[in-house]
């Protein structure tokens, strides 16, 4: 098993091409020497909330790579609390908008804070879902953050 940063999958097939090739015995690298896991895979056990994820790994509808990092976050939960409890059991068919305001409108939840970004990754999770920020929807997506006030 080899990591490779995903600006590495792929580099060599580009519109402009060397000799240098030649020199390596390999015209394309990726293709060529790397495993097609197309067979191995299943497309669906691998749906991530963003498809892009998984774009820069296939190519001609041929997968050649994995995510190092899945995307997905986990949240943790009190099994006692009620509240959270059925956050939980309902969480297949929940909104952002539904557990924001299940959320907001109980009493305190106690929220065990390391020194990592969980919590910052989890509201750039849910502002980037819930207002489609992304340079394919909207090449200006970083406005919403100004305030001009």
């Known amino acids: 098993m080899v990591v ?14 060397t000799e240098y090739y030649y020199y390596l015995g390999y015209r394309h690298p990726s293709l060529e020497l790397l495993l097609d896991l197309t067979d191995y895979v299943k497309m669906n056990s691998i749906n991530f909330n963003d498809p892009s994820i998984l774009e820069d790994a296939i190519y001609k509808d041929r997968l050649y790579g994995l ?11 009190d099994s006692n609390n009620e509240v959270t409890k059925r956050l939980s059991d309902e969480m297949n ?9 299940s959320i907001s409108s109980t009493s305190n939840l106690s929220i065990g804070l390391g020194d990592d970004y969980d919590v910052l990754q989890f509201l750039m999770e849910y502002t980037g879902n ?4 992304s340079k394919e929807y909207d090449p200006e997506f970083f406005e919403v953050f100004i305030n001009d006030s």
């Open 130 to 133: 819930k207002y489609e920020l």
């Open 4 to 17: 490779l940063d995903d600006k590495i999958l792929f580099s060599e097939l580009e519109f402009m091409e």
């Open 93 to 101: 068919q929940i909104s952002w908008d539904k557990l924001y305001s």
């Open 67 to 77: 995510p190092y990092e899945l995307d997905f976050d986990v949240m943790y939960y």
